[in-house]
């Protein structure tokens, strides 16, 4: 597949990263000198000088031949006009990244339809949903959600006293016939593998695990956790991404502080938010933290555009014995020293608004993609269709590489764990846990 990628951010960056280490050609189009060396030094794809808004520039970049736009600049206007100017050209799929409310939720647009375009992705809401996934899920790190909320992948540091820590995972066959589950991944001194039945458990691991909605507490306690029931959550960070997470918030009818140090943002937020106590205040400060009794909160969740003071943020939580802090992080690299330091969980815009875009380009019907931060690796929910070579197979002949696993089949509204013998049928959906390596052959086998 040849796409095209205008603006070579974070964003930019990642989306063409992985595409072309999958073997798709990349061109990506970049004003910024410094963002375009830096895609030319260390990726495999083709850069242009010049605007996505531009009908020169997209010829020299090849939109002729081209199948995909993403169009992932700073500014949005440049995104959308790329996206329209490439369907004109004939191109097969568009998607543009805005950041304006006014654009990406206004009716009249249809979410880009009505433009012709394909997607139009506003990050800050895909960032809010994750965060409010994260608060409600209480013992998790990362949550993926499939089969429309169905089926859960929930990723989770395990503590000495689990359970399961010195066990093989075939010592838990007996517990799988009541509590159906799948370990499918476990990230383990820097490197993330995918078991099987001879792999023993051990302390500080990094589990990654599907089952249905209504088994996860049942798992959660042999892996040495227990599921909170969320009430109090303070926000640090008024932004359009904090507004977005309180508005969602509300609707769960939970108890909600948001901090915000402008004051004129304090009075606007107060106008818009119906049920959220909003305060004056610097969520570094520890005398305030203290005095809105942050020790007592369920969860804490930071959302300044500063990254640095997120972390501090959180880490005051913890230090004040919040039960679950997480923060918003732009740089996906210190995704991984957060743990470390004690903070529960952490979202990276970058990845967010990636796994959305890589679901409208993978190939067959992928429903959904869900990122592992840590590896690069995804979580594909695919449709099979109708004459798909899958039809009709059970899962041990299907001949997924070794790095790839069937985590649940969703088959009419039964969840299925899967066995060997699991006999996949036309309109199952199917989750697969794969490293990075193994994602083109499980793109073209559910073709």
Not at 133 to 162: C, I, N, P, R
């Amino acid at each position: 597949m040849k796409a095209i990628i205008v603006g070579a951010g974070e964003v930019g960056y990642h989306i063409a990263e992985r595409l072309s280490r999958e073997g798709h050609d990349i061109v990506v189009i970049e004003r910024d000198a410094a963002a375009r060396q830096r895609v030319q030094e260390e990726l495999d794809v083709l850069t242009i000088e010049g605007s996505g808004s531009s009908p020169r520039v997209l010829e020299e970049a090849g939109i002729q031949d081209a199948e995909m736009m993403i169009a992932v600049a700073d500014i949005d206007e440049i995104n959308i006009a790329a996206c329209v100017l490439a369907k004109a050209y004939g191109v097969e799929r568009a998607i543009a990244r805005v950041r304006d409310p006014d654009l990406s939720e206004n009716p009249f647009l249809e979410h880009g339809r009505r433009l012709g375009i394909d997607l139009l992705i506003n990050p800050n809401v895909v960032v809010a949903e994750e965060l409010v996934t994260l608060v409600k899920t209480s013992a998790a790190a990362e949550v993926g959600k499939f089969a429309d909320g169905k089926v859960l992948m929930l990723g989770l540091q395990l503590s000495g006293q689990a359970p399961l820590v010195g066990r093989p995972l075939k010592s838990l066959r007996a517990f799988h016939s009541t509590t159906p589950f799948i370990i499918v991944g476990i990230y383990r001194r820097g490197a993330l593998l995918i078991p099987d039945g001879s792999t023993v458990v051990e302390e500080q691991d990094h589990l990654f695990f599907v089952s249905n909605r209504e088994s996860v507490n049942s798992i959660l306690t042999l892996m040495g956790k227990k599921e909170q029931i969320v009430h109090r959550v303070l926000l640090i960070g008024g932004g359009r991404v904090g507004l977005r997470v309180a508005q969602l918030l509300e609707r769960e009818h939970l108890s909600i502080k948001l901090m915000e140090r402008n004051p004129a943002r304090c009075e606007e937020l107060s106008q818009r938010l119906e049920r959220t106590l909003v305060l004056k205040g610097d969520g570094t400060d520890v005398r305030a933290l203290a005095e809105e009794g942050i020790g007592e909160m369920d969860a804490v969740v930071t959302t300044t555009d500063d990254e640095g003071a997120n972390i501090l943020a959180a880490l005051l939580a913890k230090e004040y014995k919040a039960r679950k802090a997480i923060a918003l992080i732009k740089r996906p690299h210190l995704l991984q020293l957060l743990p470390h330091l004690g903070i529960d969980a952490a979202v990276s815009p970058r990845l967010s608004t990636a796994g959305v875009i890589l679901k409208y380009v993978r190939k067959g019907r992928i429903l959904s993609v869900f990122e592992i931060p840590e590896s690069a690796a995804e979580t594909l929910e695919v449709a099979v269709s109708p004459g798909s070579r899958v039809v009709g197979q059970a899962i041990r002949a299907l001949g997924l590489p070794s790095n790839a696993i069937v985590g649940a089949v969703a088959h009419r509204d039964e969840i299925i764990i899967p066995k060997g013998d699991t006999i996949l049928q036309t309109d199952d959906r199917v989750i697969v846990f794969a490293l990075p390596a193994a994602i083109p052959a499980v793109e073209r086998l559910f073709a």
